[in-house]
């Protein structure tokens, strides 16, 4: 299906993987490798914060044609949406979204893979002079739930989002009122009291192993332990104590958006962070936070136990919905333990009693005990 390229609601998505800003022209066609040493990755300039368009009331992005076909340059859309993205050039495939890659875009595919599906395009993403473009006709259902995006023949504006928190991320802490806002604990939580210590929570998992296969794992952390090395008896109860004790064991470990598997890597995003930990203890959750968050069992705010997921939309200055964009794990007593760029960078200690965590909370899932 052929879009009119005129005053029509639509999405684009496309990333420049030479310098920012270095005026990228869309009169040259050549295509060109793309390399790790030519890729431009673009962070968010902090969340809730302001990026190189905040001096205007909206963001327009000019329109590139190839072939007849209207593309916009991710650069300039990952600026102004805030979006981290990272290029991985043995794959081929660029990958998009908030605090991890909700967004993978093969090139030549018209498969993109969103959180545990697949969308399919009108027509692929490609590389021209060393660029990624997908076709404006492609974002109205990539993106429509971040925004809308109004097309005209040379440019696509964004408007300027008015709902982004009045504080920031690290703000001081907020007094609790028992208001609608504030986080509760539930005072039945059956693992309340201090997590044991990390080498404890190694040798309970080793001996989990152990008494499951009938001989010794070879290694007695939980990184090396596959998921069928826990016995299913204690997947009905996990202690969660224990989780959140090896959770807290991986404090400083370096953030990297896309990361892949821990193992490979060393690395986490929000998301592999939190199916890392949890699937050492059986418990399978989705690839993406917002997937993660489809599963579980609802929970108050004013009810939240120890090991219960949390999330948070991340906001942009030209984005206008809330869409889950960062999960964390519940530690208790107004305390998250979660991978993320700020505000620090990598597996942190979060209180979340700051009016910027309570406004940007969407909800809190279970998923033990």
């Known amino acids: 299906m052929k879009l009119p390229v005129k005053y029509g609601i639509v999405s684009v998505l496309a990333v420049c993987l030479t310098t920012a800003g270095s005026g990228c022209s869309p009169n040259k066609v ?5 390399t790790n040493s030519q890729l431009k990755t673009f962070s968010k300039g902090g969340v809730g914060g302001v990026n190189t368009l905040s001096s205007v009331e909206s963001a327009r992005l000019p329109i590139s044609i190839y072939d007849g076909i209207p593309y916009v340059t991710g650069n300039d859309l990952a ?16 990958q998009l979204g908030d605090f991890d890659a909700a967004y993978e875009l093969k090139i030549g595919s018209d498969d993109v893979r969103v959180d545990e599906g697949t969308i399919r395009l009108a027509q692929p993403p490609i590389l021209r002079n060393s660029m990624v473009y997908v076709p404006v006709s492609a974002l109205s259902p990539l993106f429509a739930s971040y925004t809308n995006f109004v097309v005209t023949d040379k440019e696509v504006k964004l408007d300027l989002s008015s709902g982004n928190p009045s504080q920031p991320i ?4 907020d007094a609790s009122t028992g208001g609608d806002a504030d986080f509760m604990d539930d005072p039945n939580d059956p693992f309340k009291g201090e997590e044991p210590t990390a080498d404890h929570v190694e040798q309970t998992v080793a001996s989990f192993a152990h008494n499951s296969s009938g001989a ?3 290694n007695s952390g939980v990184s090396e332990l596959t998921h069928s090395a826990i016995p299913a008896a204690k997947l009905k109860n996990v202690d969660v104590n224990q989780l959140i004790a090896k959770a807290k064991s991986y404090m400083g470990v370096k953030y990297l958006f896309g990361a892949p598997p821990y193992p490979e890597s060393s690395r986490f995003d929000c998301s592999t962070f939190t199916r890392y930990i949890y699937g050492r203890y059986g ?13 579980g069992t609802s929970v108050s705010r004013k009810q939240l136990r120890k090991g219960d997921l949390l999330f948070f939309y991340v906001p942009g200055r030209f984005r206008s919905n809330k869409t889950v ?4 794990i519940y530690m208790g007593n107004n305390r998250i333990v979660h991978s993320s760029p700020e505000p620090e960078n990598g597996v942190q200690i979060t209180n979340i009693n700051k009016p910027y965590w309570k406004e940007t909370f969407l909800e809190a899932k279970r998923f033990v005990y």
């Not at 050549?30 to 793309?34: A, F, K, L, R, T």
């Not at 964009?325 to 964390?328: E, K, M, N, P, T």
Request: charge should be positive; hydrophobic fraction near 40%; proline fraction near 4%.
């Open 30 to 34: 050549q295509q060109q490798s793309v």
């Open 79 to 94: 600026q102004a949406l805030q979006f981290h993205s990272k290029w991985e050039a043995d794959r081929n495939i660029y």
């Open 170 to 173: 690290n703000g001081p802490e």
């Open 216 to 218: 010794a794992a070879p």
């Open 283 to 295: 418990i399978s959750l989705g690839r993406t936070a917002r997937a993660q968050a489809a599963g």
């Open 325 to 328: 964009g960062h999960v964390a």
